[in-house]
Each structure stands twice: as C-alpha cells, then as structure tokens.
C-alpha cells in the first residue's frame, strides 16, 4: 500500500510570494495533520485535519492556511512568504483525529521542504 | 501549553553499547506520550507509545520506555544498541484533556552508532 505522499518534494520561493503543498493520506485515513520543522527542532504543529473540518491549529500566524478535500487529501497554503518560513513541511495521516486519550498512530509523509529567499 | 526536552541533542555509542535517551515533559494533567525515530533518509515512523497501564511500554526492534509520573519523564532505552539504530529519535507528547489535541514534539536527539 502507498504511504503518505507529499508534492512537490523541493520548492525554492521568494519573499512574499505564496505557496501551496499537497499531501494525500494514506487510503481510507480521515485525518491529516501537517507540521513544520525548522533545521535542527523538532516538528511544530500546525494544523490537523478531520472529516474535511479544522480541528485543531498551533501557533502560526493567519498567512499559513490549509483545507481538505473530499478524497481527504489536503493542500497547506502559505501567503506572503518569510525568510524563517523555510523549513521542511510534513503532513501526517491516522485513520481518526488525535484525540486526548485516543489510540491513533500518525504516519508521516516525506516532506516538501520549501527554501525562501 | 505543553512542552517536551529532550536533554541530549547527539549521542555517539559503540555497537553493543547500553542506550538511554532523556525526555521530559511539563503539563499539569495526563498525558500520551510517543517516540518516533527517523532514520537516514526515511520518514518519521512511531517506535513506541504510552496511552495508559503499565509504565513500561515496549516498542519494535527492542526499545523500550518507561513512564515515571513523578518525574515527568518518558525515557528511550536500550540494553545494546546496534549500527542500525543511527537515526534521530523524537520524544512527543499529547494533553489527555479531552477533544481534539495537537502533538508536541521534543527537538530531537542524534544518535551515532559506531561499529
């Protein structure tokens, strides 16, 4: 079976441009989680995904944005491009949301990683 | 807001060596803890995790991890490591508080093994 996959796999933008990166779940997955890491952190969260419907967003500020689709697959959109925003961007996928107690496991994707200059 | 340190940020350890990697967390309810190793090349992928029962969890390729409350640790062993296990490992945790929760990651540690 396919895992989580992410496009595109490198992309170099400039400063105050927009970009959009896609992720498609692993089949019949319903959530999808996406995560920025910055060279030498940990993964920082940025959205999760359920049933098409935000469910949960870390502290990034409105510029970053993100939706999914019917098939479940989502897109992660960034306006207005920072020089910190360059980093690797993940998308995750479980088969229900991350829930407080819950036993999902998320499996991640390879990344895009983005390159502002 | 929760919070994860992991106080080692590279290991170097000789084959057959024993492995322990910190992890502690600040929250003030429950929580779920994880681990997750990316090694060279692949994509992040879970080792282990604690929802609730015994402290001791047990995870693949012989890791293991045990919750100590008191401390709010969640600490990565292993009694002898092995070449394959070079990789940067990731301490994460989640509020058990109820609803929808986000994932907090540590800032990872490097682990070198050599032969």
């Known amino acids: 079976d396919a895992g989580v996959t992410q496009s595109p796999t490198h992309l170099i933008k400039t400063r105050g441009q927009q970009v959009t990166l896609r992720c498609s779940p692993i089949?019949?997955?319903?959530?999808v989680s996406w995560y920025q890491q910055v060279l030498g952190q940990g993964p920082q969260f940025i959205f999760q995904?359920?049933?098409?419907?935000?469910?949960g967003r870390g502290n990034f500020p409105d510029r970053f944005s993100a939706r999914q689709f019917p098939n479940y697959s989502s897109e992660l959109n960034v306006n207005a491009l920072l020089l910190g925003d360059s980093a690797l961007y993940l998308c995750?996928?479980?088969?229900?949301?991350?829930?407080?107690?819950?036993?999902?496991?998320?499996?991640f994707g390879p990344g895009t990683r983005l390159l502002v200059l | 807001a929760q919070s994860v340190s992991q106080h080692n940020h590279h290991v170097i350890l000789s084959e057959a060596a024993s492995l322990e990697l910190g992890c502690n967390y600040s929250y003030g309810g429950t929580v779920n803890l994880f681990w997750y190793v990316q090694y060279p090349g692949q994509h992040l992928q879970l080792l282990l995790k604690y929802f609730s029962g015994d402290p001791l969890v047990k995870g693949i390729k012989g890791f293991e991890a045990e919750f100590i409350k008191s401390k709010f640790s969640f600490n990565l062993r292993k009694p002898s490591v092995q070449w394959s296990d070079t990789a940067e490992y990731f301490c994460a945790v989640t509020p058990n508080s109820g609803g929808y929760q986000k994932v907090t990651f540590g800032i990872g540690t490097k682990l070198q093994v050599i032969p």
């Open positions: 995904y359920y049933e098409k419907e935000e469910r």
């Open positions: 089949s019949g997955h319903k959530s």
């Open positions: 995750a996928s479980s088969l229900g949301a991350i829930l407080a107690g819950g036993g999902e496991t998320q499996y």
